[in-house]
């Protein structure tokens, strides 16, 4: 297991979030989005002087992407899938497969290589109810249920030849992997990737995968980022400033950076005064920008890389290394 010794973490910026997840970012616009989960609020930050605007969505929010085109942003929510509308600042649900006020919500998920949205349902009750993860269709309506038996999905993920589909299952600590065809969108041939309660505290929650294949996961309730290779081997193991890291993001010029978002609930910030932040740290391989939705049609997006020159007004933090 290498760990990694010189790459620092710092603060990109101070959300003070109950549970901060699920960002995004647009190079093309200078924005970042992301949302507090358990309020129900979507973020969005303007990169070119860090100003903010809040919006609520009315339900808890789970996992989002931008829509092909510039629409708006898709969303897994408590009720199921929805947009949230850029031109009206309105959000809309589109479909609701499991019914309204069950219990369930959508917890994390993501959008494939055709463009095709992604998420799983969670009890919020009982989190060791196995739940089902859905694909919305570029229909914008028609919501197929495709996965069974996942009870808190967490971190839903592509190789980067798509032939492999990644997904966590929080509440037993286990990463499993499928074979995926990716025309179709069918996982098939489930088997386990990587048992994290043999090696972490906490659980594996949000995830990315970097160019080479490696899985980076955060540990939630385990203050670690771990870099998992593709063969399910440890390759890094970075300790945290905060205790509860929820999801990491590619991002910078060359997309060698993450931007980690962190949960406050239920923790003493007096120990831990990062809790709820977003982090910065240099990770020195590359990933790529996250798929758009291709909504009724619209192109795919493979995650391309792309180069651009952002400036970021306003100073940025600096930790100590905590590795």
């Not at 990491?248 to 239920?266: K, M, N, Q, R, Y």
């Amino acid at each position: 297991m290498a760990m990694e010794e010189s790459h620092e973490i710092y603060r990109f910026y101070a959300a003070h979030a109950d549970c901060g997840k699920s960002g995004i970012w647009d190079p093309e616009n200078h924005k970042y989005y992301y949302c507090d989960m358990t309020q129900g609020t979507l973020h969005i930050l303007d990169l070119t002087d860090m100003s903010r605007e809040d919006y609520s969505i009315g339900m808890q929010i789970g996992p989002m992407a931008l829509i092909e085109g510039g629409s708006g942003i898709v969303m897994g929510v408590r009720d199921g899938f929805g947009i949230w509308d850029f031109a009206t600042k309105k959000f809309q649900l589109i479909a609701s497969p499991y019914g309204v006020n069950t219990g369930w919500r959508m917890n994390d998920g993501n959008v494939d290589s055709r463009g095709r949205f992604w998420a799983g349902k969670l009890c919020d009750k009982d989190e060791t109810k196995p739940g089902t993860i859905y694909r919305l269709e570029l229909d914008g309506k028609t919501a197929t249920p495709v996965i069974e038996g996942i009870c808190c999905t967490n971190g839903l993920l592509w190789s980067p030849d798509n032939k492999l589909m990644y997904c966590g299952d929080s509440t037993l600590k286990k990463i499993y992997v499928w074979d995926y065809e990716e025309e179709s969108g069918t996982p098939s041939n489930q088997r386990l990737f990587f048992d994290a309660a043999a090696y972490f505290d906490g659980v594996p929650d949000g995830s990315n995968i970097d160019r080479e294949g490696y899985l980076w996961v955060c540990f939630y309730m385990g203050h670690h980022l771990v870099r998992i290779s593709p063969n399910g081997k440890i390759d890094r193991v970075y300790n945290l400033p905060v205790e509860r890291p929820t999801q990491p993001l590619w991002f910078g010029e060359c997309l060698d950076e993450l931007l980690i978002t962190s949960a406050s609930l239920d923790v003493d910030t007096t120990i831990r005064p990062e809790s709820g932040n977003i982090l910065k740290l240099f990770a020195g391989v590359r990933g790529q920008l996250k798929n758009k939705y291709k909504l009724n049609g619209s192109k795919p997006n493979r995650g391309q890389q792309y180069s651009f020159d952002i400036q970021i007004k306003g100073s940025v933090a600096k930790l100590r290394s905590f590795l």
